[in-house]
């Protein structure tokens, strides 16, 4: 399905002059096909259950609120700069590189203190190189938390006193590519008084990140899924201010994902809310994003900077890494065949293929069902579906909270529809179970190389888990993660020298 949503798009790409697409002088293709990506993939992909699976709550994750933080100002009050935990550490103005994080994104612990561990383990070797700060908007609720490498926060309010927002502006051709996506008959449409707004709300931020930007002056800006409007305005500011952008991998992205490949409609000097590079974890990546993009457009390439935070676990220290009910659940979890699910945000992301073949296992097998890191609020109702099949032999709460690499360590066999952790489980030389559809081409590779198995139904899941368990396996090799010594710092000469 991957596949036919981008075949949509660049159907429609074909059939109308995106670069025609302009909101005082950008263009705001881009946003469009996020949305038709966003909307397509819901429609065909997230959404898609057989009859008798059951539903869960597919929202984001929400906040427990704080009446107040502990926060001073740093630097010019007219920047809008607030850090946190006053008195605990000093914070870079003058950074060679910048991170913009999201708070979703700590989803581990390093010392009791919370770890966003796709841009903190970049930031910790770019702090080795020079000077390093992280950015994050300023919310009381989401400033709370100890954060292992603290964060500066943008006070918006503050920071946007002096930046005019502008009354709406008109979207040039629009009438074209409406028409191009009606054309299409594929039950999405586009919204031009939405697509208006969020151009508004791209520019007023991007106004404020290039005030920002231009004060720090870092020579790069990094941060992990850029598609929204705030990252969409962070890669914006960044064209405004000559600096690098960077959006470092975060999962498996796949020939057919539409906010990465696929550009074939690219114009030369590339799109201006979209990275300058895509910091692959491997090869395999940075072809994918590379091949089919237009030859002439000089931005949006892939850059290979391997997974720093698998390779510490891998082959560096991992004092500390692990916290402690990690040795307490490695000791329940003793004499097991431990088998890890890894949950995805579908509207049913346990199938009744995967409820049935628990029902069978043996008693000695343990599941350890991790949900997705923006679906941690479902656990009671995955919990409930659980209860009402009579499985026992699950674990939900330590398969979510410890970390995925400490986890992995543990486990005898992956089972997924088509998530990422079958490449990073790879390199811990386990073999995956793909349940859904989607998974013989997202994982075409890895399934190719033995690494993956498509199985579908009950019987040939079982049967596979089965087989690998009980024989013994050659080595897993598979490219799709760089673990070349000194790669992460290469890329960071390149990017910030």
């Known amino acids: 399905m991957h596949a036919e949503v981008i075949q949509i798009i660049n159907d429609i790409e074909k059939q109308c002059d995106t670069n025609a697409l302009l909101y005082r002088g950008v263009s705001y293709w881009p946003l469009c096909r996020m949305r038709l990506w966003g909307g397509l993939m819901q429609r065909l992909v997230l959404a898609k259950k057989s009859d008798d699976a059951v539903s ?10 704080v009446e107040q933080v502990n926060a001073a100002i ?45 841009l903190d383990s970049v930031y910790e070797r770019a702090a080795l190189q020079g000077a390093a700060a992280k950015i994050e908007l300023a919310n009381p609720p989401t400033m709370a938390f100890a954060r292992r490498y603290p964060s500066l926060f943008l006070y918006l309010e503050a920071a946007g006193r002096d930046v005019a927002y502008d009354p709406p502006g008109t979207l040039e051709n629009f009438d074209a590519v409406a028409a191009a996506v009606a054309a299409r008959n594929v039950g999405i449409t586009l919204d031009r008084d939405a697509l208006t707004a969020d151009m508004g709300k791209v520019f007023y931020f991007a106004r404020i990140f290039e005030k920002i930007l231009r004060a720090l002056g870092p020579r790069a800006l990094f941060l992990s899924v850029y598609y929204h409007p705030v990252g969409m305005a962070w890669m914006l500011a960044c064209r ?4 690098t952008s960077v959006d470092v991998q975060h999962g498996r992205l796949g020939p057919y994902h539409g906010n990465y490949t696929q550009l074939i409609a690219a114009p030369p000097e590339g799109y201006h809310m979209l ?17 089919d993009r237009n030859p002439d457009c000089s931005r949006h390439g892939g850059l290979i900077g391997g997974n720093p935070w698998l390779s510490k676990w891998r082959y560096g220290d991992t004092t500390g890494l692990e916290p402690p009910e990690a040795a307490d659940f490695a000791a329940r979890a003793a004499g097991r065949r431990c088998i890890l699910v890894s949950l995805q945000p579908l509207e049913s992301p346990v199938t009744p293929e995967l409820l049935q073949t628990m029902q069978q296992s043996p008693p000695d097998w343990l599941w350890l069902l991790r949900l997705h890191p923006l679906r941690k609020h479902t656990a009671p109702e995955i919990e409930a579906i659980l209860r009402h099949a ?4 699950a674990e939900i709460e330590q398969a979510t909270a410890l970390p995925l690499f400490s986890l992995l360590r543990l486990v005898s066999h992956h089972v997924t529809v ?9 390199a811990f030389g386990i073999r995956t179970s793909l349940l859904g559809a989607e998974g013989p081409s997202a994982l075409a590779p890895q399934i190719k190389r033995g690494i993956c198995t498509y199985t579908p139904t009950t019987e040939r899941l079982l049967a596979n888990i089965r087989e690998k368990l009980s024989t013994a396996l050659p080595p897993v090799t598979d490219d799709f993660i760089t673990m070349q010594e000194g790669i992460v710092d290469q ?7």
């Open 240 to 243: 405004w201010a000559g600096v």
């Open 275 to 291: 990275p300058d590079f895509v910091w692959c974890w491997g090869e395999q990546t940075k072809h994918d994003i590379d091949v």
């Open 74 to 118: 740093t630097g010019s009050a007219n920047l809008g700069l607030l850090r946190a935990h006053k008195g605990k550490t000093e914070l870079s103005l003058k950074p060679q590189a910048l991170f913009f994080l999201r708070p979703e994104e700590y989803g581990d612990k390093v010392a009791g203190s919370s770890y966003a561990k796709i």
């Open 491 to 497: 890329a960071l000469e390149r990017l910030i020298r």
């Open 418 to 426: 088509f998530s990422s952790v079958a490449v990073e489980a790879a």
């Open 56 to 65: 869960v709550s597919n929202v984001g994750p929400s906040w427990k609120d």
């Open 390 to 393: 009579g499985i026992q032999n």
